[in-house]
């Protein structure tokens, strides 16, 4: 008799975990106008401490540039970003946040935390409190960090 994989179970249930909250939230994203993969640069723009180039972009998102130009464009023919000439150096472009993009991450983020409450009514304050602890440890323990 063979015994059960309980971290393969554990991981499986991870999976749909994060699979159901993203289903939550890209159907809160749809009344806001902007995709997942948008929000994720938008707030990945908003990030830095001044505006980033297309090339931090890329790297900061593991995507190639080519996919940070198609996501630019969106963001940037919805108001949200603009494309602005580096004043140190011509040949660089920086991605800003607009007016409009500050607004809509604004929504993002009631969308986010609204997904969030919905993921996690089944939980006590006790329980969400250590599932928080579990999960910053996973998420801070492993040898690779990203945001």
Known sequence: MSTPDADGLLAEQLLRLTRRLHRI????????????AQARLLRTVA????????????QRLEVVPRAVT?????????????????????????IELTDTGRATLRAL?????SAAEEVLAPLAAEQREVLGGLLSTLVDGGPERRC
Do not use: C
């Open 47 to 58: 990030y830095y401490d001044k505006p980033p180039r297309m090339a931090d972009l890329a």
């Open 25 to 36: 939230q890209k159907r809160q994203l749809e009344p806001i106008g902007i995709t997942p």
């Open 109 to 113: 983020r009631e969308a986010r935390r």
């Open 70 to 94: 198609s996501l630019v464009d969106g963001l940037e023919a919805s108001g949200s970003v603009r494309r602005a000439p580096d004043p140190t150096n011509r040949r660089v472009v920086r």
